[in-house]
Nanobody, 128 residues
Framework: QVQLAESGGGSVQAGGSLRLDCAAS????????MGWFRQAPGKEREFLGTISRNGVRTFIPDSVLGRLTISRDKAGNTVSLQMTALKSEDTGVYYC?????????????????????WGQGTQVTVSS
């Protein structure tokens, strides 16, 4: 069973940038469509984007479009979430998730229930 681990969280000033990485053990990330979510205190888990198994296709929702980018490294070992122009409302715990049983070029789902495996999350705090 694949295990996911996020890294790269921390504190940043508003307007700054941050990159989060998601690495896997016990399985190859190329087997899965990947997604990123975040959860702010007292709120539901929010979808931030997804990338296909082969890394060719991505989808970023309008709410964060233009500020967030998802990518995979060529070896397929890491999936990254690049965030720019950060705002205080971006504060939360960020999770990567893996969806199994998808075609190579298929994107992952847009709700948490679509995903099979989750990392433990990494905290991002944006101060104004």
């Amino acid at each position: 069973q694949v295990q996911l681990a996020e890294s790269g969280g921390g504190s940043v000033q508003a307007g700054g940038s941050l990159r989060l990485d998601c690495a896997a053990s016990g399985g190859a990330l190329t087997t899965y469509a990947m997604g990123w979510f975040r959860q702010a205190p007292g709120k539901e888990r929010e979808f931030l984007g997804t990338i296909s198994r082969n890394g060719v296709r991505t989808f970023i929702p309008d709410s964060v479009l233009g500020r967030l980018t998802i990518s995979r490294d060529k070896a397929g070992n890491t999936v990254s979430l690049q965030m720019t122009a950060l705002k205080s409302e971006d504060t939360g715990v960020y999770y990567c998730a893996a969806q199994a049983r998808v075609l190579t070029a298929a994107l992952g789902g847009r709700v948490p229930e679509d995903y099979d495996y989750w990392g433990q999350g990494t905290q991002v705090t944006v101060s104004s």
